[in-house]
């Protein structure tokens, strides 16, 4: 069953509309925005701190241009057959749409990760890589609100480098303020290009604080963001759209922050960049169950499997006991890839992101989130 689906979004005839075609585009064939699944090949690639290296990916064919458009914000899953296992990971696209020829993605090296160190390490100047996309809701392409507060720390930075990408390059008349925290100075990524995308975008304002500055020469802001931070470097914040994205903890501390300094719920948009323990090594490993189980009854049809789900536990986690190969990455409700059919019974779902009005009308869930408020039976 192909998961790796997504939606059209009126965002996307925007950027299509939005951004003037080359005289060569004319003659092109129209980029698919919807459902693409294929390969794209590594066209180049820059080290870009310690760690963290942007990979430029382009047609895999002889196309010129990519075969999808996607929004600033926006984010690919690829997938790698690593030690004999199929491995699906999600990456934030950190490009600017305007360029259709490539898309980058900056990947950090996971000192454990099973796939970042594969990607870092491993991967070179013409392989190729299974890809779907472009999928997520994180975006901003400057006709949601007049100005925008983008918040990250570490590798968050890279949806915020394709909206600030995009709104200079579109000349968007709004101010853009960019608040970032890193560990140490030299994991500032994208610095210099930051420091030139100020000199002729003088609506870009820019603070960072590193929280291990010992050491260096570092002159700026240091220790975690705080509220001072953030009400001295953006005037009104109460009124403006914000985006935070970092790992969970830095994200739900800044979140608590905003809150209490006014921003409203609808103003602010988050996105996590993955659940706060490991991932199994891929779809179908198994995990050894710990005590009994007592909650209701789940059926996995095409398996023909019916066990009990233990208290707390996810549909997804509950297939991995049982070896079912449930496709996922993310587990945190962002990426879509673990979707399956309920054909019936009631679940509950902490995130629903990436679920469209259509998923919803067809009973599909969201195998990490979903836990079962009664006996289910999902197609899996
Ligand atoms: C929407 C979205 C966008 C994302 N965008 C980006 C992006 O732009 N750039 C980016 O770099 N990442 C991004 N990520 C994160 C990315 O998808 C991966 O989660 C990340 O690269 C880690 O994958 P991995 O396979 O290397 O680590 P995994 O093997 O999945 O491990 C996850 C974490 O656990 C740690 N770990 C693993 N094994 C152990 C162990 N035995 N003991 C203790 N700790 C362990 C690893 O160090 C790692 O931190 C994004 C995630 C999402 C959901
Ligand atoms: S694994 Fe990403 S939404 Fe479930």
């Not at 759209?241 to 903890?249: E, K």
């Not at 962002?334 to 990436?354: F, I, P, Q, R, Y």
């Amino acid at each position: 069953m192909s998961k790796l689906t997504t939606k059209p979004t009126a965002s996307h005839a925007k950027v299509a509309k939005a951004a003037p075609p080359k005289e060569t585009e004319a003659i092109a064939p129209l980029p698919v925005a919807e459902n693409w699944r294929g390969h794209l090949r590594v066209g180049s690639i820059i080290t870009e701190t310690p760690g963290v290296k942007t990979f430029r990916l382009v047609p895999s064919s002889s196309d010129r241009l990519l075969p999808f458009t996607f929004v600033p914000g926006q984010f690919l899953n690829v997938a790698f057959w690593i030690g004999g296992a199929r491995m699906n990971r999600s990456y934030s696209i950190s490009s600017s749409p305007t360029q259709r020829e490539y898309i980058d993605l900056t990947v950090r090296r996971e000192p454990r990760g099973a796939v970042s160190r594969h990607i870092v390490d491993l991967l070179k100047v013409g392989d190729q890589i299974e890809a779907a996309g472009p999928v997520g809701k994180f975006t901003f392409d400057g006709t949601e609100a007049d100005s925008i507060v983008l918040i990250a720390a570490g590798v968050g930075i890279t949806p915020m480098m394709s909206v600030t990408r995009y709104l200079t390059e579109r000349s968007w008349a709004g101010e853009i303020f960019l608040i970032f925290t890193f560990r140490k100075p030299a994991d500032f990524i994208f610095a210099n290009e930051i420091t030139a995308i100020q000199r002729v975008n003088p609506k870009l304002h820019v603070a960072v604080t590193v929280t291990r500055a010992e050491g260096t020469d570092w002159k700026g802001s240091r220790g975690r963001i705080t509220k001072e931070l953030l009400t001295q470097t953006v005037p009104d914040l109460a009124s403006r759209r914000v985006h935070v994205c970092g790992p969970q903890s830095m994200m739900e501390a800044t979140k608590a922050m905003l809150t209490e300094l006014g921003v409203a719920p609808d103003q602010l948009k988050t996105e996590a960049f993955g659940a706060t323990k490991p991932a199994p090594a891929a779809a179908g490993t198994a995990l050894k169950p710990t005590a009994e189980a007592t909650g209701p009854l789940v059926t996995f049809s095409t398996n023909n499997k019916s066990v009990k789900i233990h208290v707390d536990q996810t549909v997804l986690e509950l297939s991995e006991e049982l070896s079912i190969g449930i496709e996922n990455s993310c587990r945190v409700g962002t990426c879509g890839l673990c979707k399956v059919k309920m054909t019936s019974g009631e679940v509950e779902m902490a995130v629903e992101d990436s679920l469209t009005p259509d998923d919803k009308a067809n009973g599909i869930i969201l195998a990490c989130q979903a836990k079962p408020k009664s006996d289910i039976v999902v197609e899996a």
